[in-house]
């Protein structure tokens, strides 16, 4: 079945192509069918692929498609690579994708057929653009992947481009990955110059007899792709503003597709990386400083989709500080519980907005809890997951990330449990203010509550479930020998050869996750009956104005990027091209059209004129003659 790999991309890309060139023709019903039933089908290819690959001693298969560059020593084919890891990220992909899909078919049914067929193109070229990244066999077909992922946040953030800051949060998703991918072609470059092969085995395979200083530099330069994709401290600002999308675009941005190709980029980039201890390190700090610099955002901010989309950022933090202390599998296992409970609460937040009639402050909400009971029941399954309480699924792989981080330096369990903490409180906080208390919006909007029609409540109760229940694909052997399925299913890909993360005593593992627990259900406690009993209404002071404001990290870049950047556009604009550009053409122009008024004078109709004309040109000759003998 392996074989058939390609029709897992493919289906999306025939979505696409049918959608986009009949959006005209089609009707919302049928193009609403189209895109969902291709990534349906994907599903399909990639379940069968799955059980083919998880039998015992089954070796990874490339399958070729085409041969796609040949020039002098460069030859890269259109292959796709099949093995654990490959596998589990289209599960991700299509599974998540297709119940976001069907949930927009209602969501987004206020748009004309035109659009709503334009809406679906953008969304399955999305999925196939992710599916082509995650299955290519080198680093070019996971580039274009790339790339097409990014190209397709651009189209989908700024998808109600008629509204000026939509189209200017599209742009800046756009530029901000573009710094990102100028570090990652840079290391393709640097890969092929070293190993004179863009093929992940080929690499991997001569990795060991490369300089350490060589891998250093390369793998550093792959993490500054992958922050930009993955929104990393210094290029996560762009991730907030993503929120101008459709909200089921959000959930796909934040829980299936772009922001966790960073992460599987550096978790199939792993030998590269256990090979540059110093790149490593690099990344866990990165991961660590995101982790708290985002929640500490999040805890003041009032738009419901603005707190997902920090708290986004935040759990990729500890994505990449489980990267960055080799554990990969564990960093893996959370990209999977995250993708459920994520789509989950953003799919929740846009259940709660059609409902509020597109209100997003959660300051105008407040006692939804009788009116949207099961966007009620799955918003808080979400929240119990993402804070890491037993036994939901974010409890499992958090705190797998963070024992490990505690055997590599116990300040990254300090500064990650501290991230989990906030997690806690402003996931509660959020959870409170929305559903809690009393309604505080107007009594046009409390007309209007209701709950949401089945296409969206249906993947609602779908993703709760596995929210709650994902983390037993991963129990920690602390709790049962040989009970972790999803380490044992991706050792061979990841296990072989990696440096483990430093193996600690089962009682200091209990310990460590009983602290982690025991100041999660505190806060939890704690921010409960605060904020039900007192939302916070008014405006912060002191440092929640700063965190509200998001510590001015986009007014700092506003200020040494942005504007000097205009102004010198700017400059350029006005001098170099109007006047030094334009001038010079528009001055050729304008000697040419002097010299011939003043030539035209020549032709007097005089023969005697004339014939002087042509002695005066003869002894010019001759003169010019004698200078060229010499």
Same mark, same amino acid.
């Given at each position: 079945?392996?074989?058939?790999?390609?029709?897992?991309?493919?289906?999306?890309?025939?979505?696409?192509?049918?959608?986009?060139?009949?959006?005209?023709?089609?009707?919302?019903?049928?193009?609403?069918?189209?895109?969902?039933?291709?990534?349906?089908?994907?599903?399909?290819?990639?379940?069968?692929?799955?059980?083919?690959?998880?039998?015992?001693?089954?070796?990874?298969?490339?399958?070729?498609?085409?041969?796609?560059?040949?020039?002098?020593?460069?030859?890269?084919?259109?292959?796709?690579?099949?093995?654990?890891?490959?596998?589990?990220?289209?599960?991700?992909?299509?599974?998540?994708?297709?119940?976001?899909?069907?949930?927009?078919?209602?969501?987004?049914?206020?748009?004309?057929?035109?659009?709503?067929?334009?809406?679906?193109?953008?969304?399955?070229?999305?999925?196939?653009?992710?599916?082509?990244?995650?299955?290519?066999?080198?680093?070019?077909?996971?580039?274009?992947?790339?790339?097409?992922?990014?190209?397709?946040?651009?189209?989908?953030?700024?998808?109600?481009?008629?509204?000026?800051?939509?189209?200017?949060?599209?742009?800046?998703?756009?530029?901000?990955?573009?710094?990102?991918?100028?570090?990652?072609?840079?290391?393709?470059?640097?890969?092929?110059?070293?190993?004179?092969?863009?093929?992940?085995?080929?690499?991997?395979?001569?990795?060991?007899?490369?300089?350490?200083?060589?891998?250093?530099?390369?793998?550093?330069?792959?993490?500054?792709?992958?922050?930009?994709?993955?929104?990393?401290?210094?290029?996560?600002?762009?991730?907030?503003?993503?929120?101008?999308?459709?909200?089921? !675009? #959000?959930? &796909?941005?934040?829980?299936?597709?772009?922001?966790?190709? *960073?992460? /599987?980029?550096? %978790?199939?980039? +792993? =030998? @590269?990386?256990?090979?540059?201890?110093?790149?490593?390190?690099?990344?866990?700090?990165?991961?660590?400083?995101?982790?708290?610099?985002?929640?500490?955002?999040?805890?003041?901010?009032?738009?419901?989709?603005?707190?997902?989309?920090?708290?986004? !950022? #935040?759990? &990729?933090?500890?994505?990449?500080?489980?990267?960055?202390? *080799?554990? /990969?599998?564990? %960093?893996?296992? +959370? =990209? @999977?519980?995250?993708?459920?409970?994520?789509?989950?609460?953003?799919?929740?937040?846009?259940?709660?907005?059609?409902?509020?009639?597109?209100?997003?402050?959660?300051?105008?909400?407040?006692?939804?809890?009788?009116?949207?009971?099961?966007?009620?029941?799955?918003? &808080?399954?979400?929240?119990?997951?993402?804070?890491?309480?037993?036994?939901?699924?974010?409890?499992?792989?958090?705190?797998?990330?963070?024992?490990?981080?505690?055997?590599?330096?116990?300040?990254?369990?300090?500064?990650?449990?501290?991230?989990?903490?906030?997690?806690?409180?402003?996931?509660?906080?959020?959870?409170?203010?929305?559903?809690?208390?009393?309604?505080?919006?107007?009594?046009?909007?409390?007309?209007?509550?209701?709950?949401?029609?089945?296409?969206?409540?249906?993947?609602?109760?779908?993703?709760?479930?596995?929210?709650?229940?994902?983390?037993?694909?991963?129990?920690?052997?602390?709790?049962?020998?040989?009970?972790?399925?999803?380490?044992?299913?991706?050792?061979?890909?990841?296990?072989?050869?990696?440096?483990?993360?430093?193996?600690?005593?089962?009682?200091?593992?209990?310990?460590?996750?009983?602290?982690?627990?025991?100041?999660?259900?505190?806060?939890?406690?704690?921010?409960?009956?605060?904020?039900?009993?007192?939302?916070?209404?008014?405006?912060?002071?002191?440092?929640?104005?700063?965190?509200?404001?998001?510590?001015?990290?986009?007014?700092?870049?506003?200020?040494?990027?942005?504007?000097?950047?205009?102004?010198?556009?700017?400059?350029?604009?006005?001098?170099?091209?109007?006047?030094?550009?334009?001038?010079?053409?528009?001055?050729?122009?304008?000697?040419?059209?002097?010299?011939?008024?003043?030539?035209?004078?020549?032709?007097?109709?005089?023969?005697?004129?004339?014939?002087?004309?042509?002695?005066?040109?003869?002894?010019?000759?001759?003169?010019?003659?004698?200078?060229?003998?010499?």
């Amino acid at each position: 079945m392996s074989n058939y790999v390609y029709l897992v991309p493919l289906f999306p890309l025939i979505g696409f192509l049918i959608n986009g060139l009949a959006r005209r023709s089609l009707s919302r019903s049928l193009s609403g069918a189209i895109g969902t039933v291709v990534i349906g089908a994907s599903f399909v290819v990639s379940l069968m692929i799955f059980f083919q690959v998880k039998q015992v001693g089954f070796e990874p298969v490339t399958v070729p498609v085409f041969s796609f560059i040949q020039a002098g020593k460069l030859n890269v084919a259109f292959a796709f690579l099949v093995d654990p890891l490959s596998v589990l990220f289209l599960l991700i992909i299509t599974g998540v994708g297709f119940l976001i899909h069907l949930y927009s078919t209602a969501y987004m049914k206020e748009e004309s057929a035109p659009d709503f067929a334009k809406y679906f193109s953008y969304l399955n070229l999305f999925v196939f653009s992710m599916l082509l990244l995650v299955l290519g066999s080198n680093y070019i077909i996971l580039f274009i992947g790339w790339e097409g992922v990014g190209l397709c946040s651009y189209l989908l953030i700024g998808y109600w481009f008629k509204n000026i800051d939509y189209g200017n949060a599209a742009k800046k998703a756009f530029i901000m990955n573009r710094i990102g991918d100028f570090g990652f072609l840079i290391a393709i470059f640097a890969l092929f110059n070293e190993f004179g092969t863009l093929d992940f085995a080929e690499i991997f395979k001569q990795a060991p007899t490369v300089s350490t200083a060589t891998i250093t530099a390369i793998t550093l330069l792959l993490f500054v792709g992958a922050t930009g994709k993955s929104a990393q401290i210094p290029l996560y600002t762009w991730l907030p503003d993503a929120m101008a999308g459709p909200t089921p !675009v #959000s959930a &796909l941005i934040h829980a299936a597709t772009m922001v966790t190709a *960073g992460i /599987y980029m550096i %978790a199939r980039s +792993h =030998v @590269l990386y256990n090979l540059a201890p110093v790149s490593q390190t690099v990344v866990a700090i990165t991961g660590t400083a995101t982790i708290l610099l985002a929640a500490l955002i999040a805890v003041k901010q009032n738009d419901i989709k603005k707190v997902l989309a920090y708290s986004t !950022v #935040s759990q &990729l933090g500890y994505m990449f500080l489980g990267l960055g202390v *080799g554990a /990969y599998t564990e %960093a893996v296992f +959370h =990209v @999977l519980t995250h993708a459920f409970f994520k789509a989950l609460l953003f799919l929740c937040a846009g259940s709660v907005i059609h409902a509020m009639s597109g209100e997003q402050d959660i300051r105008s909400m407040g006692g939804l809890k009788k009116y949207l009971p099961i966007t009620h029941i799955t918003f &808080l399954i979400g929240c119990l997951a993402i804070a890491g309480i037993p036994p939901f699924s974010g409890f499992f792989s958090k705190d797998e990330i963070l024992t490990a981080a505690y055997g590599k330096n116990p300040l990254y369990y300090v500064f990650g449990v501290a991230g989990a903490a906030i997690t806690a409180f402003y996931m509660f906080r959020l959870y409170a203010t929305t559903f809690l208390g009393s309604f505080r919006g107007s009594e046009k909007q409390q007309h209007h509550l209701h709950e949401s029609p089945l296409a969206m409540t249906l993947p609602l109760v779908v993703l709760a479930f596995f929210a709650a229940t994902a983390g037993f694909l991963g129990i920690p052997e602390v709790f049962a020998k040989h009970a972790n399925w999803l380490g044992q299913f991706l050792e061979p890909v990841l296990a072989g050869g990696a440096a483990q993360p430093e193996s600690i005593a089962s009682s200091t593992e209990w310990l460590l996750m009983g602290i982690s627990t025991g100041l999660v259900l505190v806060v939890v406690g704690y921010a409960l009956p605060r904020f039900r009993k007192h939302p916070e209404l008014e405006e912060p002071r002191g440092l929640g104005k700063w965190m509200r404001d998001k510590f001015y990290v986009d007014e700092i870049y506003d200020a040494l990027i942005v504007k000097p950047l205009n102004a010198l556009a700017d400059f350029f604009n006005q001098v170099i091209e109007k006047k030094v550009i334009d001038g010079l053409v528009n001055g050729t122009g304008r000697l040419v059209q002097y010299s011939s008024r003043q030539l035209r004078y020549l032709q007097s109709g005089q023969v005697g004129a004339y014939v002087l004309l042509m002695v005066i040109g003869m002894v010019l000759l001759f003169v010019v003659q004698l200078f060229l003998r010499k």
